[in-house]
């Protein structure tokens, strides 16, 4: 196996967090000898996590300029990193810092770039790299004889590396960073209010546009369903999605979910979350809502029509009952 380069850049505390830790795990699989290359304000903390990983090498850049995410520094950092380490193959997570920079990286190095990887082996004695096209609908499986050849892994799909922590030494690698015209000043979230969205979170809660359409009185109760479902949320901590009917009802003078962006949106023309469980309410499992499921896996529904799309081969448990009853019942369960 050729050598292997896994980029990671560290938080602010100077820790590596889950999507670098993935990254390594998929670069160890490889039973390659694997070089870590670190980049942030502060990386002896960062080494220390990893420095019972089995890597051979542990090199660093720090500094204050390398610690924000920033084009013309990340870029540079890790063109440095990857000519130091003469690495072959370079793995990394698919962060937005990375998968802003390292194109322009592998630009610089004449080598080539793919994103969204799943998975990583080895097939006939050469890397391989497995990712999905057309909206996770192809899964298809990569070899490039180009070198170097950077991978951006997405985050979720690795097992993260564990291991304990450990004195490290760190080569430090010599880079002047280039001038730059910007200062980062600080982040403000995109999304105002209540926190829906937890990537980490082992179940995903998705509503669908029935929660706002007339109930068996013959009238929308928006404003209950709106306090029934972020009971559950902030209950069990789970993630928050939306199918695009839901979404996108605000446009079309319909009741709305206040606290439901397009951010929230599942699906063909959202995101593709890997969460272990998955609990839709009020969909009907549409190809182009489910197909933001692939990833989930185990897949449950409730729903009143017995035929809708959920039950035809797309979820695992149907249930069909009436989801302000069944998630009432939850609620009073969860919380009592």
């Not at 380069?5 to 938080?11: D, G, Q």
């Not at 090498?57 to 300029?65: C, E, K, N």
């Not at 922590?165 to 910007?182: D, F």
């Amino acid at each position: 196996m050729e050598p292997v380069l896994v980029l990671a850049h560290t938080e602010a505390v100077g820790s590596l967090a889950k999507p670098a830790l993935e990254a390594l795990a998929t670069a160890l699989a490889l039973h390659g000898e694997v070089t870590i290359g670190l980049v942030g304000a502060k990386v002896q903390a960062g080494a220390e996590q990893v420095a019972c990983s089995g890597a051979v090498r542990l090199l660093g850049i720090q500094g204050d300029a390398f610690g924000q995410a920033r084009y013309s520094t990340d870029a540079t950092a890790g063109e440095a990193l990857c000519r130091a380490s003469g690495a072959a193959v370079v793995i990394a997570p698919a962060t937005s810092r990375w998968a802003r920079a390292l194109p322009g990286v592998a630009q610089r190095l004449n080598g080539r770039v793919d994103t969204h990887a799943t998975a990583m082996s080895i097939e006939n004695g050469v890397p391989a790299v497995t990712r999905w096209f057309y909206r996770q609908r192809m899964e298809a499986v990569l070899t490039r004889t180009q070198r170097p050849w950077i991978v951006l892994v997405d985050p979720g799909c690795v097992a993260p590396w564990s291991g304990v922590a450990g004195a490290a030494t760190v080569e430090m690698v010599p880079v002047e960073a280039p001038a730059t015209r910007t200062t980062v000043l600080g982040a403000e979230a995109a999304q105002a209010g209540e926190q829906t969205i937890r990537p980490d979170a082992k179940l995903l809660f998705v509503a669908g546009a029935g929660w706002t359409k007339k109930q068996a009185d013959g009238a929308a109760h928006a404003a209950e369903a709106e306090q029934v479902i972020l009971n559950f949320l902030r209950a069990s901590q789970a993630s928050l999605g939306g199918s695009k009917s839901l979404v996108d009802v605000s446009g079309e003078g319909e009741a709305v979910l206040r606290f439901m962006t397009h951010l929230n949106q599942i699906g063909q023309t959202g995101s593709t979350p890997r969460h272990a469980k998955g609990l839709s309410t009020c969909c009907h499992g549409e190809e182009p809502h489910t197909v933001g499921w692939r990833f989930v896996h185990q897949r449950r529904a409730v729903n009143l029509d017995a035929n809708c799309g959920w039950a035809r081969g797309k979820a695992d448990v149907l249930y069909v009952a009436d989801a302000f009853a069944v998630m009432r019942e939850v609620n009073r369960l969860i919380t009592r």
